[in-house]
């Protein structure tokens, strides 16, 4: 919010100054119109400006016809009100009602149709509104920075998800809060709205690795949830827990590394091999546990296959803007 107080500031300052060296009267109204022109990011501050430049002469238009034929009276401009509002939303230009306003309203106050005036609040238009883009487009903050931060704890919560899950197939009593599968859905959740933002502000060649990245870390979120629902149903110590156990304390590794090893899945791969040559379970009890370990293990590669086909951005390949795959 503080930046982009200063940003509205300088494009303001910049819009009057502009319309007083153009010799314009009521240079302020092109800072009032750089004002409502300046927005969060570089796209979205296109589109708003270009919806407000496109409405704004619609109305300049429509109520210019209406003021020439039924003169400068209140209820003149509260027909125009009723008709024009939503002709502007119909057009999909809804967020450019203010804007427009401002200048119908000027050319009411006025009392004056000429080719000049109309001229002028054009002119209004393109400065105010031109100047809020340009400064938009010359500098928006850097989120590379931030992202990798956020990247950094996303991995470390998901290394401790998985070092708690290995400690519940070693031991059914250990008691786990869950604590770091809410922190870590909230800092995915947060990933993922600082990557779109810094995505709507490539305007040229956008990267839509990082964007890419938490949402794979969201779909792997949700696979997660589901191991945790099969482990509650891991109530008794069992071989096949501990082995298991032992996968999740390789992921708990391989998650926190820049690349995807493998390790994991091929160590998954020969478990299954092990459950496949292992005795039938000889109580209820026993096929139920077994039951849900094997339906976690497939899980797990359910998880995997998400990190296997997904990519990301490293520290080493935001320099050289390329994408390496992630556990």
């Not at 430049?53 to 020439?68: D, P, T």
């Not at 995915?188 to 060649?205: F, K, P, W, Y």
């Not at 938490?214 to 696979?223: A, P, S």
């Not at 945790?228 to 992921?251: C, H, N, T, W």
């Amino acid at each position: 919010m503080g930046f982009r107080v200063i940003k509205t500031t300088i494009a303001t300052v910049l819009a009057i100054v502009i319309a007083h060296l153009l010799g314009i009267l009521n240079p302020l109204s092109a800072g009032l119109l750089a004002i409502l022109g300046v927005d969060v990011t570089r796209k979205r501050s296109i589109h708003t400006v270009s919806s407000r430049f496109f409405a704004s002469i619609m109305g300049l238009v429509m109520s210019s016809v209406l003021f020439y034929i039924f003169g400068f009276h209140i209820w003149v401009l509260a027909v125009y009100i009723l008709i024009g509002f939503p002709l502007i939303s119909r057009a999909n230009l809804k967020e450019g009602i203010v804007t427009s306003s401002v200048v119908v309203f000027r050319v009411f106050g006025g009392e004056d149709v000429s080719f000049e005036a109309l001229f002028t609040q054009i002119l209004l238009l393109i400065i105010g509104l031109g100047s809020a883009v340009v400064v938009n487009l010359i500098y928006m903050p850097n989120e590379e920075d931030k992202l990798t931060g956020i990247r950094r704890k996303v991995d470390s919560l998901f290394g401790l998800i998985f070092e708690r899950i290995a400690s519940q197939l070693r031991d059914p009593d250990y008691v786990w809060d869950g604590q770091e599968l809410i922190e870590a859905s909230r800092e995915v959740e947060l990933g993922l709205s600082t990557a779109n933002r810094a995505l709507d502000n490539q305007v040229i060649a956008p990267d839509e690795a990082w964007a890419i990245y938490f949402y794979m870390r969201k779909q792997q979120l949700d696979r997660i949830e589901s191991m945790l629902q099969l482990i509650s149903q891991v109530y008794q110590r069992m071989p096949q827990g501990e082995k298991a156990s032992v996968l999740f304390d390789q992921l708990s590794i391989d998650v926190k590394r820049e690349t995807y090893t493998g390790n994991t899945e091929h160590m998954l791969q020969e478990l299954e091999k092990e459950f496949k040559a292992m005795e039938l379970p000889h109580s209820r009890e026993e096929f139920e546990i077994r039951s849900a370990i094997l339906q976690l293990c497939r899980e797990l590669a359910l998880y995997l296959d998400i990190s296997r086909t997904s990519k990301y951005p490293t520290e080493k390949s935001i320099r050289k803007r390329a994408v390496k795959q992630k556990t």
